[in-house]
């Protein structure tokens, strides 16, 4: 069974950095899509960043239109980690932050098979 960690959250001011971090444990992190998510109260869980497996022919990187510019995700195969540096932080990038991970299928779908517990981020404008 695959367990997921993420850390990193925190609260900063508008314009303020933070990173977080997903630690993949249970399966070898190369062999699945490596995803961040992130749900606003009263907003629907929208998909922020994709790493896809090694494996994957298409695009390895995907960004949401939203963040794009502003968050980088990095993937280190030999710690097990996926990590999220967001910069230039905004009040509307506040949300509970999820890593999920997938064996296979498209990693632009939501329907991820394993998810962490989450960390909150919250922007103070």
């Known amino acids: 069974?695959?367990?997921l960690v993420e850390s990193g959250g925190g609260l900063?001011?508008?314009?303020?950095s933070l990173r977080l971090s997903?630690?993949?444990s249970g399966g070898t992190s190369?062999?699945?899509?490596v995803a961040w998510f992130r749900q606003a109260p009263g907003k629907e869980r929208e998909m922020v960043s994709v790493s896809t497996a090694t494996?994957?022919?298409g695009t390895k990187i995907f960004y949401a239109d939203s963040?794009?510019?502003?968050?980088?995700?990095?993937?280190?195969?030999?710690k097990n980690t996926?990590?999220?540096q967001m910069?230039?932080?905004?009040p509307e990038d506040t949300a509970v932050y999820y890593c999920a991970a997938r064996a296979g299928g498209s990693p632009l779908r939501s329907n991820y098979d394993y998810w962490g517990q989450g960390t909150q981020v919250t922007v103070s404008s």
């Open 1 to 3: 069974q695959v367990q």
């Open 12 to 16: 900063v001011q508008t314009g303020g």
């Open 22 to 24: 997903c630690v993949v």
């Open 30 to 33: 190369n062999n699945y899509h």
């Open 55 to 57: 494996s994957w022919p």
């Open 67 to 78: 963040v794009n510019g502003r968050f980088t995700i990095s993937r280190d195969n030999v």
């Open 82 to 84: 996926v990590d999220l």
């Open 87 to 90: 910069n230039s932080l905004q």
